[in-house]
């Protein structure tokens, strides 16, 4: 038996694929979904079936429809973070440092070169400085040192809380990359950033960013679909345990997608995390037919008593567009958002 996620040949009594540990028991339906138009499938038909019950107007039509959770195919997925939210590693950032302390008896000169290095700092992080700028200006005019000490003084504190902000974007990005690769040089990066924030060094702090960000955004490049599909694994796995159901028997390809992640063979990975994919929805999609009846019943009862359920439709009309795309990711995303609306909107018709 050739397994449909990684290709190897199988003994006929095998109980799992011995190169992905995919379950035998799931060849069948992961091969036909891999070719088969989701249109025709049970899932897609019972969705076709509540439709035509609870929104006549879009009954047999397959109209497309634009969908947050469609941006699940970019880079970054804030929609998909749920099943990984509190799970990323994360790197605490230092409380705003201390204005680095001036030589005794330091004049007009050397105040004023700290001030410039503050506002190309400033700029760098892309705020606007005119009024310090002018403040600045005035004072070495008037030669007044207390004045252009406290613009350094002041500066120092904006400028610091935007490197602070800038700091914790460059983290939140390499966490999100971290579960599934390991990401070395930028955490050297952002390891030598950090300890330049803490004494005070800010320029320094900034080329340590750039740095990271740069590398960041190579790694994003790279690695984009692999970070889409394995979030939505994790998605899957988090709405399969919901529902009662083991995501066991999919769970060894996605294992080894990961594992191939971790050893840089992105398209080797790629493909193991797409085939993982498949397996899981194979999982999910019965019970997300269950469910959906279930889902039905609700809206039959709530639209007789005189009921919106226009909200709910509308989800139903996107989950189905989904579906029909193949993106199983993000149809599991709109299948939750479908439940969470039928339940904010049951939980007061039911009181």
Excluded at 67 to 84: G, I, V
Excluded at 213 to 240: F, H, K, N, P, Y
Excluded at 271 to 299: C, D, F, V, Y
Aim: proline residues 6%; negative net charge.
């Amino acid at each position: 038996m050739d397994c449909p996620v990684c290709g190897a040949d199988n003994p006929p009594d095998a109980v799992n694929c011995h190169a992905c540990q995919l379950s035998t028991s799931l060849f069948p339906a992961v091969r036909e979904a891999a070719g088969s138009e989701s249109g025709d499938s049970e899932y897609a038909k019972a969705i076709a079936e509540i439709l035509a019950i609870v929104g006549p107007e879009t009954a047999g039509q397959h109209r497309e429809e634009r969908s947050d959770a469609l941006l699940t195919s970019q880079p970054r997925f804030p929609a998909l973070s749920e099943a990984r939210r509190g799970r990323d590693p994360v790197v605490r950032e230092p409380s705003l440092p201390s204005l680095p302390m001036l030589p005794g008896g330091s004049g007009v000169a050397l105040v004023h070169q700290q001030v410039e290095e503050l506002l190309r700092v400033g700029r760098q992080e892309g705020l606007d400085l005119t009024d310090a700028d002018a403040r600045t200006l005035e004072a070495l005019r008037t030669e007044n040192l207390p004045g252009l000490d406290e613009v350094r003084r002041s500066l120092f504190v904006r400028v610091a809380g935007a490197v602070a902000e800038d700091l914790e974007v460059q983290t939140a990005r390499r966490n999100e990359l971290a579960p599934l690769i390991p990401t070395p040089a930028v955490d050297g990066d952002l390891a030598g950033s950090r300890d330049a924030f803490t004494a005070g060094d800010l320029a320094g702090t900034v080329r340590g960013l750039r740095q990271a960000a740069d590398g960041l955004s190579s790694l994003e490049e790279r690695w984009a679909t692999c970070q889409v599909l394995s979030a939505e694994a994790d998605l899957m796995i988090e709405t399969l345990r919901d529902l009662g159901r083991d995501p066991g028997p999919a769970a060894g390809p996605l294992t080894e997608g990961r594992r191939r992640a971790r050893e840089g063979d992105a398209d080797r990975a790629e493909h193991m995390l797409a085939g993982a994919n498949r397996a899981l929805w194979e999982l999910l999609a019965p019970q997300l037919t269950h469910s959906l009846k279930g889902i039905l019943t609700q809206l039959q009862s709530r639209a007789s008593s005189g009921g919106d359920i226009a909200p709910e439709v509308h989800e139903l009309r996107q989950l189905s567009a989904l579906i029909r795309r193949h993106n199983f990711g993000a149809a599991v995303s709109a299948y939750r958002r479908l439940v969470r609306a039928v339940a904010s909107t049951s939980a007061p018709a039911a009181a």
